[in-house]
């Protein structure tokens, strides 16, 4: 049963932090996403790449995150440093181009203090 | 244009009866309309989907219905039981360009079905 999995599931850290989660996608998919929900915004698409290449990360705050793919088989949300409006399940979820299905991960809580 | 509207933002129903809830965009290059399904602690689930060639699209008690001229489609959940309750969201992806594959989500509708 191919799944996305994320690590970690949860994370409380201080402010200032450095926070990284990281993703595995579902083998053969060439399309990976980050999301972030909250209860205000919902889900909101962060960034996502094709064939580990970024196409699109206009909905990160460019000063403090940073999302990479150094393989196939891993993605990268960095936050650094973090801050208390960074708290949110952040989803990662993956997928082939066509016809646009996704595939979710069961998210990591981020708590910031 | 990107945006796609849902509602409504909560919706209560009895056990047995029908949960409709509707989805509106504006982008008529979008071709491909997913719903998802959330239950709480869990990522997002693709319940069903739909192309602009078929007005509807019926798997076990979940059905979409399409009206492309309005810009406009809807889920309709059948004999809804309290397993359905969970947050239900819209999506649309266009074809073409960069962003093939990127979908735009509604605001989600949070279901509860109670017993």
């Known amino acids: 049963d191919a799944r996305v999995t994320q690590t970690p599931r949860h994370k409380v850290t201080e402010m200032g932090q450095e926070v990284t989660m990281r993703c595995q996608p579902i083998?053969?998919?060439?399309?990976v996403f980050w999301y972030r929900q909250t209860m205000m915004q919902g889900l909101e698409l962060l960034a996502y790449?094709?064939?580990?290449?970024?196409?699109?990360d206009s909905g990160m705050p460019k000063d403090r995150f940073s999302a990479e793919m150094p393989d196939a088989t891993l993605a990268t949300l960095k936050i650094q440093p973090s801050e208390p409006r960074d708290s949110a399940v952040y989803f990662c979820?993956?997928?082939?181009?066509?016809?646009?299905?996704?595939?979710f991960g069961p998210g990591t809580r981020l708590t910031v203090t | 244009q990107q945006q796609v509207k849902q509602s409504p933002q909560s919706l209560i129903v009895q056990k047995g009866g029908i949960s409709i809830i509707n989805c509106a965009y504006e982008?008529?290059?979008?071709?491909?309309f997913p719903w998802y399904q959330q239950f709480p602690g869990k990522g997002p689930a693709l319940l069903i989907a739909?192309?602009?060639?078929?007005s509807e699209k019926k798997e076990g008690r979940f059905t979409i219905s399409f009206n492309k001229s309005a810009k406009q489609f809807s889920l309709h959940i059948m004999d809804s039981q309290p397993g359905d309750s969970a947050t239900y969201f819209c999506?649309?992806?266009?074809?073409?360009?960069?962003?093939?594959?990127?979908?735009?989500f509604g605001q989600g509708t949070i279901l509860t079905v109670h017993p």
């Open positions: 790449f094709r064939n580990r290449a970024p196409l699109d």
């Open positions: 739909i192309r602009p060639d078929v």
């Open positions: 982008n008529t290059a979008f071709d491909y």
């Open positions: 083998l053969g998919h060439n399309t």
């Open positions: 979820a993956s997928g082939l181009a066509v016809p646009a299905e996704q595939y």
């Open positions: 999506a649309a992806s266009k074809r073409g360009g960069t962003s093939y594959g990127k979908l735009t």
